[in-house]
């Protein structure tokens, strides 16, 4: 029955359209078939993470597509997704492409040069807030986000959500720590950073991300849900962003070709290769998510094993179990996404951990 159910999810992947390069059995990429057909079905065990899909692509192809639910939740290649906090990691290729084209010029730049519109809003403290502290998280704005549950009318994104000017709420708030001194989880800085995205491109940040992301890698699926509130036009920079699986799977394809999709030049190398490094000292406490070692520009990196080996990570992790890997030392791009909605933190971390050490397994025994 085990050795049926593999072929049978082999015949699958090999059958879907071309999502990036052909879809190719998963020998031809160096990974063992067995084992990374197994992903699926080890997933439907883990009831409480509500696993929705995985994807697996090695050296560019598309080895393994896996759906899961059935009826009207049944999930297939063609279900948007919202990733949640993985926007983020594409508002940081979109920063990279505002400063390729030179309407960004100056990462230190204070953030009030650049929306002198809140200028009233300033103190010697908050003026020192940078563009690379919206991209690094360490603002020092007091946003305690991750200490209050996510539905609770209290928790502070969902306050800047109903704000009616979400950028004033944003910067009204005191500073917990000097700008650049501390590393805390703030989607109020990454909505201060899309709209300065917005005024330098001139034009909403869908229309951006359209033009110059998701056009060039063939991108046509997807939707981007506004933040809210009477002065955002454009939508959330922090969140509400829907892709196939597949379509996240072809972001972190970009980030492993160092910002080349197919032979064009959409990301320049120099900013792939700073917003992945790690730019927060190595004992800074962040209250993120499993796995997770470091923080670059808006990326997470992170550590996992197998066969009692570090293998390091550069990737997106997103509220409910959203999760994107992209592991260059191996070649490999891992996509998951979970319904694991308002549940402990293990439950969310559950199908990604499992997805990620299954394929690494698959990659290291073949």
């Known amino acids: 029955m085990g050795a049926r159910r593999h072929s049978a999810a082999l015949a699958f992947v090999l059958a879907l359209a071309p999502a990036l390069a052909a879809a190719e059995a998963p020998a031809q990429q160096g990974l063992d078939p067995q084992r990374i057909c197994a992903i699926g079905p080890a997933l439907e065990t883990l009831k409480r993470a509500d696993p929705e899909g995985v994807v697996v692509v090695r050296h560019g192809a598309l080895v393994y597509e896996h759906y899961f639910g059935a009826g009207s939740t049944a999930r297939a290649a063609g279900t948007v997704h919202e990733i949640y906090a993985i926007t983020t990691n594409l508002v940081a290729l979109l920063t990279g492409i505002a400063f390729a084209r030179g309407w960004l010029n100056d990462i230190d730049a204070p953030v009030f040069s650049l929306l002198p519109e809140y200028a009233a809003l300033r103190t010697p403290g908050k003026e020192r807030i940078t563009l690379r502290d919206l991209l690094t998280m360490t603002s020092g704005l007091a946003w305690p986000e991750l200490f209050v549950a996510h539905d609770d009318p209290a928790n502070i994104a969902r306050r800047m959500r109903r704000a009616p000017d979400p950028y004033r709420f944003v910067?009204?708030?005191?500073?917990?720590?000097?700008?650049?001194?501390?590393?805390?989880y703030d989607s109020g800085g990454v909505e201060l950073l899309g709209?300065?995205?917005?005024?330098?491109?001139?034009?909403?940040?869908d229309v951006f991300a359209r033009k110059a992301l998701f056009?060039?890698?063939?991108?046509?699926?997807?939707?981007?849900?506004?933040?809210?509130?009477?002065?955002?036009?454009g939508p959330a920079a922090s969140s509400r962003l829907l892709l196939?699986?597949?379509?996240?799977?072809?972001?972190?394809?970009l980030v492993l070709n160092r910002g080349l999709w197919r032979g064009r030049r959409i990301v320049s190398a120099a900013w792939i290769k700073?917003?992945?490094?790690?730019?927060?000292?190595?004992?800074?406490?962040?209250n993120g998510e499993?796995?997770?070692q470091s923080y670059g520009y808006l990326w997470w990196r992170g550590r996992s094993w197998a066969r009692d080996r570090p293998f390091e990570w550069i990737g997106g992790l997103g509220w409910g179990g959203q999760r994107l890997y992209v592991m260059p030392r191996l070649d490999m791009v891992v996509v998951v996404t979970a319904g694991a909605y308002y549940r402990p933190s293990y439950a969310q971390d559950l199908v990604g951990e499992r997805a990620l050490a299954m394929a690494l397994r698959a990659a290291l025994t073949h």
Not at 174 to 184: E, I, K, R
């Open 274 to 286: 700073e917003m992945t490094t790690p730019q927060i000292p190595p004992w800074w406490l962040l």
């Open 195 to 205: 709209l300065i995205l917005e005024k330098v491109a001139r034009r909403p940040l």
């Open 215 to 233: 056009a060039p890698l063939g991108i046509t699926d997807w939707a981007w849900r506004r933040l809210g509130g009477a002065t955002r036009p």
């Open 244 to 253: 196939r699986p597949r379509d996240l799977a072809k972001i972190g394809q």
């Open 171 to 184: 910067l009204q708030q005191p500073l917990a720590a000097m700008p650049g001194t501390m590393w805390n």
């Open 290 to 292: 499993a796995g997770a």
